[in-house]
Structure formats: structure tokens, C-alpha cells
């Protein structure tokens, strides 16, 4: 009997698989979606979620890669000893952004998540809320991620921007 055959996952267009309590789902992609579902959350489900989810881990890890970089080649970026206030400051202000920028992004997936969860009829995060309430929320969170991110690279290329300019005035002349 199909009741008794595990859950697997199909690909598009979606099908009909039995779940071991008897329930039905309906299964879209790789996503598990339960039957009383409205059409508009299963087209979230489908496709806005796994697009979101991935251009977060994908954002997350430039990020990541950044900051880590940037801290290791920080003394190519401004020699610590030497370097003005400003110089300072400015890259600590850029490796600030760059981890509030980390947090906003890693919020937005967790959000993501949630309503994802909302979407699907899940009762374990039972906020009282629809999942575009935690879409919105999500989106919100990206864009601050997105805006600080951009205020970090410009920052970084601003505290290098003096010592680039004066490596350039000390080339020799030909």
C-alpha cells in the first residue's frame, strides 16, 4: 500500500505522495508541501523560498570571505604603525559593517525559514501571523544586509585610498 512506502522526493510537476498517518502532500521540487496549502504559499514554497534561501548562504559566505580576508591582509590594506586615526577608525568601521551586515543576512535566512514553516500550515512557530508577515520581515532584513555590505566596501576602499595614492606618486617617473 502507498501509506506504507517512505516519503520521496519528486521533481516538477508536482505529485501526490501518502504520508504514513494517511494524511496526503503534495510534493513540489524537493518541498514537502501539506495538501490545505493555499496555491499562493505552494508557489512560495516552490520557488521564492529556495531562491531566497540560496542567495542567502551564497551572500553569507561572500561575507564571510570578505571580513576574513580583510582581517588577515590588514596590514596590506593600512600599516597599523604609521596610519592616521582616520585610516584606523574607518577600517574598524568597515569591519564593523561587514559583521552587521553578517547578522542582518543570517536574520533574514532564519526569518526566511519561518516563513517558510508559516507557509507549509507548520504549528511550531505559531506567531499568529501569515508567512508574507516573516516574507516581509525576511526581505527587510536582506536589504539593510545588502545596504551595510555596500557601506563596508566603500568604507575599506576609502581607508586604502590614501596609501594607494601615495604608492602611486612615489612610482618613478619614465
Given at each position: 500500500?502507498?501509506?506504507?512506502?517512505p516519503l520521496q522526493a519528486f521533481r516538477f510537476p508536482a505529485q501526490r505522495a501518502f504520508?504514513?498517518?494517511?494524511?496526503?502532500?503534495?510534493?513540489?521540487?524537493?518541498?514537502?508541501?501539506?495538501?490545505?496549502?493555499?496555491?499562493?504559499?505552494?508557489?512560495?514554497?516552490?520557488?521564492?523560498?529556495?531562491?531566497?534561501?540560496?542567495?542567502?548562504?551564497?551572500?553569507?559566505?561572500?561575507?564571510?570571505?570578505?571580513?576574513?580576508?580583510?582581517?588577515?591582509?590588514?596590514?596590506?590594506?593600512?600599516?597599523?604603525?604609521?596610519?592616521?586615526?582616520?585610516?584606523?577608525?574607518?577600517?574598524?568601521?568597515?569591519?564593523?559593517?561587514?559583521?552587521?551586515?553578517?547578522?542582518a543576512c543570517g536574520s533574514g535566512l532564519y526569518f526566511i525559514f519561518i516563513a517558510a514553516?508559516?507557509?507549509?500550515?507548520?504549528?511550531?512557530?505559531?506567531?499568529?501571523?501569515?508567512?508574507?508577515?516573516?516574507?516581509?520581515?525576511?526581505?527587510?532584513?536582506?536589504?539593510?544586509?545588502?545596504?551595510?555590505?555596500?557601506?563596508?566596501?566603500?568604507?575599506?576602499?576609502?581607508?586604502?585610498?590614501?596609501?594607494?595614492?601615495?604608492?602611486?606618486?612615489?612610482?618613478?617617473?619614465?
Open positions: 500500500m502507498a501509506a506504507d512506502r504520508a504514513r498517518d494517511g494524511g496526503n502532500f503534495d510534493l513540489v521540487g524537493i518541498v514537502y508541501i501539506h495538501p490545505n496549502v493555499t496555491e499562493e504559499a505552494k508557489i512560495f514554497l516552490a520557488f521564492q523560498y529556495p531562491e531566497v534561501k540560496d542567495l542567502c548562504k551564497q551572500f553569507l559566505t561572500l561575507i564571510s570571505g570578505i571580513l576574513v580576508f580583510s582581517i588577515a591582509f590588514s596590514e596590506k590594506i593600512i600599516d597599523f604603525q604609521r596610519a592616521r586615526l582616520f585610516q584606523r577608525l574607518s577600517l574598524l568601521v568597515s569591519w564593523a559593517l561587514l559583521m552587521i551586515s553578517f547578522v514553516e508559516s507557509a507549509n500550515g507548520s504549528i511550531i512557530y505559531n506567531y499568529g501571523h501569515d508567512f508574507k508577515y516573516f516574507t516581509r520581515i525576511s526581505y527587510t532584513l536582506l536589504d539593510f544586509a545588502g545596504v551595510s555590505f555596500v557601506a563596508a566596501l566603500l568604507t575599506l576602499v576609502f581607508t586604502a585610498l590614501p596609501n594607494v595614492l601615495g604608492k602611486i606618486k612615489r612610482l618613478p617617473k619614465q
